[in-house]
Structures are given as C-alpha cells and as structure tokens.
C-alpha cells in the first residue's frame, strides 16, 4: 500500500510540473519588463478621455460619508446578522426571532441612509436595478419575520413530525414481550449491518461471549453502540426538519387567550401549510437574494452595464456568481454540510427509509449540463443580429463541453449505468457455482471498497479546461488580459485541488458517517470563491473603470484574496453557530441531551 501510495504522489508531483511548464515557459520568454507587468499595466493600456467616462457615485463627493454609512450597515446586516439569522432558524433555536429583528433594525437604518443620500445626491443611474430590488428582498425578509412572529406568538409553530415523535416515546413505555425485543434486534441487526467496522473500532469486544458485550455499561465511542443507540445517533443525520405550522385549536382546555392566537385560529391547515413552505423556502433563499441585491448596489455604485454592456455583464457576473456559490457549497461540505446525503466527503447514514439521495457529483453534473443547455443559445446576444465572430463560436464551444462534461457526469453516477458496464464480467463469474471458489477467492467477488463513495472527476475536468481557456483568452486590453489569466489560473487550482481529493478518497475512502474534512477541498473553496470573484471583475465595464480610476490588475487581486479569507472564515463560524444552536435546542430536551452525549 506505501508503495502505491508513493507511486501515485510521484505520478501528481509529475503531472504538476508539467502543468507548470507553459506558465514557467510563459514568464521565461518575456522582456525585462515582464516582472512588472501586474504594476505597469494600467500604463501600457490607451486611458480613455476623462470628458467620455460618465460621473458616478464612486467619483462623486458630496454626502460621501452617508453613502459609506449606508454601505456599512448593510454590509452588517446582510453579511453578518441575516447568516445568522438564517442559521438560527435552520437550529429551530429561541434566539430565531431577536436576531431577525436586529437584522431588520439594521436593515432599516441602511435603507433610511440610502433614501438619504438619494434625495441629496443627482440620480447618476436612472431606473437602476438595485432600488428594486433592495425593496423586494427587505418586504420578502419582513414577510418572514412576520410569519415567525404570528406563529410563535398563536403557538402554532410546531417541528415536522413533533407529534409522531411524541408517539413514539409513548410507545416506549408500553411493555413488550422478550420474544418481540428479540425479533427486533434481529431486524435491526439487519437493516443497519453493515460490512466494514469504523475507522476507530478496533474489533475489541466483538465476539458473542467477550466481557464488554456481558457488561451493563454503556460505551460512548462510536462504533461501540447497539444498533437501538446507533439508530437514535442516525437521527442527527437525518434531513432538516421544516418548520411547521398548525392549526391554532380554539377549543382545548388551556384555549388561547391573545389577539393574534385568536386570529390564528381562523387561519385553515391548508393556509398554515402555505405559510409554513414560504417560511422554509425563505429561509434557503435569502441570502442567494441578499448576496444579488449586494451586487446590483456595486453595480449601481460603479455605474456598471448601461445599455448594450449589459450583456456583458450578465455574462460575467452570473456565471462569477455561480462560481462563488459552487465554492461556498464546497466549503460548506467541509464543514459538514449535506452529511445526511453523504455529501460532506463521508459515508452516507443509514435511514429506514433509504430512499434514493442524488450524490454531491450527480448534482454538480446536472448544474454544469444545465448551465450549458440554457447559456448555448445566449452567448449571440452581445452581437444579435450581426454573423458570428469567432469570439461568439468559442464562447459556444464552450457551452459544448459543459453540456458533454455535465451529461457524462451524470452517466457515471447513475448506479444502472455502472450495473451495465460490468455486465460482461458478471456473465463471466456467474459461469462458475459460488462453491466452486476458495475462500479466498471469493472476496474477489465481493465489490470494491471503491464502490461505497463516488470518484467522479469530470465536473473538476471541465472547470478546469475552461480556466486553462480563459487564462489564454484574447482580450482588448492588457489588464483585461491579465484579469481573466487571474481567475483562469484560481479555477484551475481548484480543479487540481479536487483532484487530489479524489487521490486521496481513492487510497483510502472514507469509513465513517462523520464528515472526512479532505484538506485538499479548503484550497478548492478557496479557488472557487476567489476566482467567481475575479470572474465578475473581468467584465468589460468593470476594467473601463479600473482602467480610469488607475486600478491595475494586482489592486483588484490582492484585495479580493483578502476578503475571501474573511468571509470563509466567517462562513466556518456561522456554520459552526448553527451547530452550537442545534446542541443548545437539543439540551432542553433530556432525551435528545443524553443523545448528544454519546455523539
């Protein structure tokens, strides 16, 4: 095993340097000046004249100091508060509604400061975007706030499946028979058997007649419990329960004595359920929402996309933004996110149910396959109207591979698809009767360890070929040229990070139902997320502006490293918070307390 091992880092380390190669080669062949060029750059391209570049909100100093303001409170409310926010909601946690009125007191002093500056200040961008949807996203928050509040305080906000919960511990303490203990634990035993111990068992114990199966104590590693305890651990796996709404009952006993409970109580189950999926779907939303009405207000700041740019940038700032968002899911299944699928880089927990769960791979390919299908038919809209240019014939080419690389992706994860193509040696081990193998033999029957966890390396594939695309992307200018070199080379690390995630799930593939936390997936997030950064800032109007104001490439660069360190680790502590929220909730439950503890 070491020396595979070894073999295969040698292969990497190779493979590597000759992806180094053209780079190294690239600097090599340069003039003196090629050190300088991140520096100079700004210099080397034409400045256009200072009368032709229209006025905007960046340049424009009146009142600068409420726009900073209103700037500030946003950036608190909808990056720091609204997160966690959202995290305490998702925990169920009673700390739900005081933080989404701190966020909509903040929320609301951003928005009065904004009304500020805009009735001291010339309107420099008519008709803008950002207005709009500034309001629409501040009325849906409010709206969910509001449900919260009318649920919470009519005591009709209830947990999915509460009640059959409450049933089930009823049930516990009805007296059962030994025969049907039994019948259980047999029935137990086969559900959730499974044919590999975790990684921390050392088989000590095991045996029907060892002293730690005689024993009465209770273990509280993991591994080490009986099935009933190891299906009660499951059930923290299980998939975010939805908040729920019902009925307010105005006949019972205790009868509700407030206003609003009784005006809940008019309210059907049906219009309790509406309420109940706008509240869930809200809380999975938002912050996509959030995070485009932060980038319609740079937009509106810089006076980005007028007229026929907009094209442009659209272009560059969804797909940047689809970037951004793939790496901040990457960092969340490092975190642990998604464990109940098996997609936090750990093996999938078993359920009762076990109803089919798409893998994290499967759902990369699809996205990738979409995005194709779709953006095929709108890379001509720039140039509508007029032929082709080849420009337009390699941007279609590149929706090409991303609907072959989405469609093969999705191929390889399909467990039917795999079943066919063994087909040919299945036929041939089934010539031969199963007695008719040594023991030895017939493990060579049994499926690889592989088989357990999905290797599927072509999502990683096609991001990279566009980064190695768009690093060698001709551009009209010099910084333009540089800026897309940036995030080309950012998407491809990332792609080479995954693929040492594979090498590595590959060697040894995960064991346990905890999350795996690959080191190798941090630098993918962090590829991700800064260079879906760097891809929105390559947009034709974005290097107009950096090129007026003397912004070279390297300003643009640095400054984004810096701020993706901080909000990845921001992201690490909201999800963390969510964690510590779901455990405090947990401990005012005894049952689910004891639980935790042996977690």
């Given at each position: 095993?070491r020396?595979t ?9 190779l493979a590597?340097?000759l ?6 080669l690239?600097h090599?062949?340069?003039d ?5 060029m991140?520096t100079?750059?700004a210099a ?12 905007t909100?960046?340049?424009?100093s ?15 409310g909808w990056i ?5 926010a ?8 009673r ?6 009125f ?11 400061l904004?009304l500020v500056?805009?009735?001291k200040?010339?309107d ?6 950002h ?9 849906v928050v ?10 919470r ?7 999915n499946?509460a ?14 028979s ?15 058997s ?5 990684s ?11 002293e730690?199966?005689?024993?009465n ?14 299906s009660d ?12 709404f ?7 006993p205790k ?26 779907f ?5 912050l996509?929402?959030?995070y485009?009405a932060?980038c ?13 740019g907009i094209f442009?940038?659209l272009a ?14 990457t ?8 464990g109940?699928l098996g997609w936090?880089w750990n ?14 791979e499967?759902?990369?390919g699809?996205l ?6 779709t953006?095929?038919?709108l ?16 941007h279609?080419?590149?929706?090409v591979?991303?609907i ?19 087909t040919t ?13 040594s023991?030895?033999?017939r493990?060579?029957l049994e499926?690889?360890?592989t088989?357990?966890f ?14 190695i695309?768009m690093?060698?992307h ?9 800026v897309h070199k940036?995030w ?6 990332a792609?080479?990070?995954r693929?040492?995630?594979?090498v590595?799930?590959?060697?040894k ?8 936390r690959?080191p190798?997936e ?7 997320i800064?260079?879906g950064?760097i ?6 109007d ?5 090129i ?10 640095t400054?984004?490293m810096g701020?993706v ?14 964690g510590?929220?779901v ?5 005012r ?11």
């Amino acid at each position: 095993m070491r020396s595979t091992t070894t073999s295969a880092l040698k292969l990497l380390a190779l493979a590597a340097a000759l992806g180094a190669l053209p780079v190294v080669l690239a600097h090599g062949h340069g003039d003196e000046g090629a050190m300088d060029m991140g520096t100079d750059m700004a210099a080397e391209d034409p400045k256009p004249d200072e009368a032709s570049y229209p006025p905007t909100y960046f340049a424009h100093s009146e009142h600068a100091s409420v726009m900073y303001a209103h700037i500030a409170f946003m950036v608190i409310g909808w990056i720091v508060m609204l997160p966690m926010a959202v995290m305490f909601s998702l925990a169920r946690s009673r700390y739900t509604l005081a933080t989404q009125f701190i966020f909509l007191l903040t929320n609301a002093l951003g928005l009065l400061l904004g009304l500020v500056y805009n009735a001291k200040t010339p309107d420099l961008y008519p008709n803008n975007a950002h207005h709009k949807l500034g309001w629409i996203v501040t009325w849906v928050v409010s709206a969910q706030v509001v449900i919260s509040l009318v649920g919470r305080l009519a005591g009709a906000i209830g947990r999915n499946g509460a009640q059959q919960h409450g049933k089930e511990e009823e049930q516990a303490f009805i007296p059962i028979s030994t025969e049907a203990m039994a019948e259980h634990q047999r029935m137990n035993d086969r559900l959730f058997s499974h044919d590999y111990r975790h990684s921390n068992d050392s088989g000590q114990g095991t045996e029907p007649n060892s002293e730690s199966l005689r024993s009465n104590s209770v273990s509280t590693a993991i591994g080490h419990e009986s099935p009933i305890e190891m299906s009660d651990r499951r059930a923290q796996y299980e998939d975010d329960e939805d908040l729920e709404f019902k009925p307010v009952d105005l006949h019972s006993p205790k009868g509700p004595t407030s206003l609003v409970a009784r005006l809940a109580g008019k309210i059907s189950t049906r219009a309790w359920k509406v309420l109940g999926f706008t509240y869930n779907f809200i809380d999975r939303t938002i912050l996509i929402l959030g995070y485009i009405a932060l980038c319609t207000g740079v937009i509106t700041y810089g006076r980005f996309f007028e007229g026929h740019g907009i094209f442009s940038g659209l272009a560059h700032w969804i797909k940047g933004g689809i970037f951004f968002w793939y790496g901040i899911l990457t960092l969340g299944r490092w975190s642990g996110s998604f464990g109940e699928l098996g997609w936090a880089w750990n093996v999938r927990p078993k359920t009762s149910s076990q109803k089919w769960r798409p893998t994290a791979e499967f759902v990369e390919g699809a996205l990738i396959f979409t995005y194709g299908s779709t953006n095929i038919f709108l890379e001509h809209l720039g140039n509508a109207g007029k032929e082709f240019s080849p420009q337009d014939l390699e941007h279609i080419s590149i929706t090409v591979l991303f609907i072959g690389g989405g469609l093969l992706a999705m191929l390889i994860e399909s467990t039917r698809i795999r079943e066919l193509l063994n087909t040919t040696v299945t036929e041939a081990a089934l010539t031969h009767p199963s007695h008719a193998y040594s023991d030895e033999e017939r493990e060579a029957l049994e499926k690889p360890d592989t088989y357990e966890f999905s290797i599927n390396p072509i999502p990683a594939l096609v991001i990279l070929l566009l980064g190695i695309m768009m690093s060698s992307h001709t551009q009209q200018t010099m910084i333009s040229s540089m800026v897309h070199k940036q995030w080309g080379n950012l998407l491809t690390g990332a792609s080479f990070a995954r693929g040492f995630t594979y090498v590595i799930m590959y060697l040894k593939p995960p064991r346990s139902v905890l999350p795996s936390r690959p080191p190798t997936e941090l630098m993918t997030a962090f590829g991700l997320i800064a260079g879906g950064t760097i891809f929105m800032a390559s947009a034709s109007d974005v290097v107009g502006g950096m090129i007026h104001y003397d912004l070279d490439a390297m300003f643009m660069y640095t400054v984004t490293m810096g701020l993706v360190g901080l909000l990845m680790a921001w992201v690490v502590l909201v999800l963390a918070l969510k964690g510590w929220a779901v455990r405090r909730e947990a401990g005012r439950n005894p049952k689910s307390s004891a639980l935790g503890s042996r977690v």
